[in-house]
Nanobody
Framework: QVQLVESGGGLVQAGGSLRLSCAAS????????MGWFRQAPGKEREFVAA????????YYADSVKGRFTFSRDNAKNTGYLQMNSLKPEDTAVYYC?????????????????WGQGTQVTVSS
């Protein structure tokens, strides 16, 4: 069982930056692939970024590629999403997810554990 807690959301102006954190419980965190998803009002939850258990492989949605960076520190049981050059269309609730597997997981249905979400609002 893994519990995930996101933090770091907030209000930022367009062009600004935020760093989201996803803190995980559990001794085998290093064996879990992680992902970030987001959900804007009235829209479906969508994939943002994913990282393998080792942190060596990452994958990004086209909409955030080159602006967002996903990293992890397995010693601290924490994943990080650095978001730069934020745009108003990045406004959403951001969710962290985990799955016990090797490799990168980009599909929402494949994730077993989810956090409660953190709000990111980008003003124009």
């Amino acid at each position: 069982q893994v519990q995930l807690v996101e933090s770091g959301g907030g209000l930022v102006q367009a062009g600004g930056s935020l760093r989201l954190s996803c803190a995980a419980s559990g001794r085998t965190f290093s064996r879990y692939a992680m992902g970030w998803f987001r959900q804007a009002p009235g829209k479906e939850r969508e994939f943002v970024a994913a990282i393998s258990w080792s942190g060596k492989s990452t994958y990004y949605a086209d909409s955030v590629k080159g602006r967002f960076t996903f990293s992890r520190d397995n010693a601290k049981n924490t994943g990080y999403l650095q978001m730069n050059s934020l745009k108003p269309e990045d406004t959403a609730v951001y969710y962290c997810a985990a799955r016990y597997t090797i490799g990168v997981v980009t599909t929402l249905r494949e994730y077993d554990y989810w956090g409660q979400g953190t709000q990111v609002t980008v003003s124009s």
